[in-house]
Nanobody, 124 residues
């Protein structure tokens, strides 16, 4: 079992930056691709970014490409999401997850371990 705990969310103005962290415990996450997802009120959970085990491959949703950066530190068992130039439409609860099934990084059923989420609110 892997326990994931997100932190770093908050209320910021448009154009600001935030860095989310996802700390894992119970098992090393070095064997899992890791992803970030988000869910806004009344909307489906959507893919944001993912990173493979060794950090040499990352993928992003078109809506965050060029503004967000995912990274991981396997020695610290932690995954990060650097979010720059935040927009109101980035407002959501952000979740990190460990991918346990092969296939698309953006397909939520491929992830078995999820954190409880951290709220990001962007005001104009």
């Amino acid at each position: 079992q892997v326990q994931l705990v997100e932190s770093g969310g908050g209320l910021v103005q448009a154009g600001a930056s935030l860095r989310l962290s996802c700390a894992a415990s119970g098992r090393t996450i070095s064997t899992y691709p890791m992803g970030w997802f988000r869910q806004a009120p009344g909307k489906e959970r959507e893919f944001v970014a993912a990173i493979n085990r060794a950090s040499y491959s990352t993928v992003y949703a078109d809506s965050v490409k060029g503004r967000f950066a995912i990274s991981r530190d396997n020695a610290k068992n932690t995954v990060y999401l650097q979010m720059n130039n935040l927009k109101r439409e980035d407002t959501a609860v952000y979740y990190c997850a460990a991918q346990t099934s092969s296939g698309s990084y953006s397909y939520t059923p491929n992830y078995d371990y999820w954190g409880q989420g951290t709220q990001v609110t962007v005001s104009s």
